[in-house]
């Protein structure tokens, strides 16, 4: 289990289901941004950014613990998305996923495209892992 601490910084007001700031002492583990591809390289849920977002978070799981790390040890995600309206659903699998007493500090960004036209969501994660 890692040490994490979520001050609440002064004069901020709260997150609604994100935290502002994560702290922790141990190794730095980057996740490249996953979409909803599947083992195979194929594409999960065209035009369903629910399923996309099972396949994403899912895709996270795996690259975690890959490094030796859980949805525990997650101190920031970066949400990139092709229509900001999809937040509640990826929020939704999310919170399947983290602790949603302490989330993760978040970033959520709409953006004109992705590798792919098809898809719609685009994660990457940042964890502390203890030494």
Partial sequence: ??????PQPE????G???SHVVTGPGRWVAIAGQV??????QLVGEDDP????????????????????????VVKLNVFVTDIAFLP???????????????????????????????LIEIEAYAVVNS
């Fill in 16 to 18: 609604n289901g994100y």
């Fill in 50 to 73: 629910e399923a996309q977002a099972r396949q994403v978070f899912a895709n996270l799981e795996r690259c975690l613990a890959a490094a030796g790390a859980t949805f525990a040890d």
């Fill in 1 to 6: 289990m890692t040490n994490l601490s979520y």
């Fill in 89 to 119: 659903v990826i929020r939704a699998v999310r919170d399947t996923y983290v602790d949603t007493a302490n989330p993760p500090a978040s970033t959520a960004v709409q953006v004109v495209s992705l590798f792919s036209s098809a898809a």
């Fill in 11 to 14: 004069g901020v007001a709260p």
């Fill in 36 to 41: 909803a591809l599947d083992g195979d390289g």
